[in-house]
């Protein structure tokens, strides 16, 4: 962390309105209208673009092209829109980024037609790149559908182990991050080791990340999530929370399920057994096997990603 | 035509197998079972794999690289196998290939996340071939997105011209046909003229498939088709067949679809007022186009692009 917080704010809010305005720029097209509206409504999202920014900071620390950058920056944010939006139907999510949910704005078939173009368009925006970029972006692709697979198997099984969740979450989650780290080391060409370990520094980041989702998920602010909480328990996803509840007191956790539990009695159960310190100790594991992968930089001015990882951790939704 | 029928169904017979079996090799992982057991039911269909033969059949032409031609022909099929899973969801039928539909065997979630994937693995059997091929793929992906959407905005929309239609289906069916047979151009890094010409054989050859179709989901077999007929015009689908009927006698045509009418109505309809002769003409003169566009490889032992032709238009199913 060489620079002071408020260059870094600064930098990710430059990065942000420089990449909502190439998001933008996909968008030349407005027919059909049954294919291009929704494609718009779902781009010109309040998104906070957390995945290009990082390929912009990872890019940084070797000076890659910025042109270049870009186009890996709004390839990965498109192949992101693209999951959410398959993925709100497959777990039935009325509300994304505070508005209706692509489906049910319109319908299932729209939304399942506009996600499969933006997973096109993402494609089409890393076309000029070299072939190692197109290569990764499509094996974290059939990664990220590999952790939605194992999510949707391990709905209502409640013999989840937390490794067998740890390795959901990695791909679901994690390997997008990893992807975006890595970015900036393939678009500048970089040897693989430094690849690998830019990976690695996105995953655990993703692990942390969702783990703290999870702890928001019932513990954030309805209004700054942007989304109603609770869902997840009551739809019998598993999730780090429900995890270590089983772990350290599983005779009341059934006892709690088995009965019509409103979010507060969650929170109470939660808070008795302490698991909001336990998640806690769990994200900070990660974030600290961040920062270890990357302390080879870490003299480099350049080196935002120490602040990110802090940015994004620290949000209160 | 400069072989006999005997060598091109040996031809196309032993492409198939081989095709078949490159594409048993890309399903290597067996986990999760979430996904991987749906993409091996949609991969080992019974399809003609009349699309990836197309890409080899071009290809021929030019002596291209038979590795590459099926990395190629490989990632088309997967194209078209993705485009059908998700088509089958948005229009809502039951039956391909014979057997119930992805969405139907498992649910529409798993339907979609296998589609995605397969999509991805599309991508991933051509990243070792020139970025063309890559461009290509995209930019057909989205045209027939954007043909779909077409076909979804015209649905119980009467006023739509054949102009229209036959736009639509280009984008639709024509542009992946387009695609593979300039897929043995671009494989062999033809010049851009070549490649152009070899894209209208394939989508002149789309038109006449898909008009084709729109007259056997009339009057073809419903065993050999695999599937229960009729069922686009109760779900107020235009098709070629519906919009000759409305151009034709729009009355009667009108008073037909007011009343309860079962599918031997409506071919008693169709033949009265001679539109199977008027769709016939129509097959043709698109078979002709296509015939004429390739007349430069005409002389070429290795042209077995007018069997082909032939070859999917006579089928009784």
């Avoid at 092209?65 to 890996?72: E, G, P, Q, R, Y």
């Avoid at 390839?75 to 049910?104: C, N, Q, W």
């Amino acid at each position: 962390m060489k620079n002071d917080n408020d260059d870094f704010h600064k930098e990710i809010s430059f990065l942000k309105s420089e990449i909502n305005r190439s998001l933008k720029k996909i968008l030349v097209k407005s027919e059909p209208k049954y294919l291009y509206d929704p494609i718009k409504y779902s781009i010109n999202n309040s998104g906070k673009r957390l995945r290009p920014i990082l390929v912009f900071l990872s890019g940084k620390l070797f000076n890659a092209n910025v042109s270049d950058l870009m186009k890996a920056a709004v390839a990965v944010e498109l192949l992101h829109i693209f999951t959410l939006i398959h993925d709100d139907i497959m777990d039935d999510d009325d509300i994304r980024h505070g508005k209706p949910s692509l489906h049910k704005k319109w319908d299932i078939s729209t939304a399942i037609l506009s996600g499969d173009a933006i997973f096109t368009l993402a494609q089409l925006a890393i076309n000029s790149l070299d072939k190692n970029t197109y290569s990764r972006l499509n094996e974290i692709s059939l990664s990220v559908c590999e952790g939605q697979a194992l999510d949707k198997e391990f709905e209502n099984d409640t013999s989840i182990s937390m490794d067998k969740y740890l390795d959901m979450i990695a791909k679901k989650t994690g390997s997008l991050l990893g992807l975006c780290s890595e970015l900036g080391a393939i678009v500048s060409e970089q040897e693989i080791d430094i690849r690998t370990t830019l990976y690695s520094f996105g995953v655990n980041l993703g692990l942390a990340f969702q783990i703290q989702d999870d702890y928001l998920e019932i513990f954030g602010e309805p209004e700054l999530m942007g989304k109603s909480l609770g869902s997840d328990i009551h739809s019998g996803k598993q999730t780090a929370m429900t995890i270590l509840a089983r772990n350290m007191n599983e005779k009341e956790w059934i006892r709690l399920n088995s009965k019509k539990t409103d979010l507060q009695g969650y929170k109470n159960f939660f808070l008795e057994n302490r698991i909001d310190h336990e998640i806690k100790k769990l994200v900070e594991y990660y974030i600290n096997k961040t920062s270890k992968s990357i302390e080879f930089v870490k003299s480099s001015e350049n080196n935002f990603l120490d602040d990110f990882s802090n940015y994004i951790l620290n949000r209160r939704y």
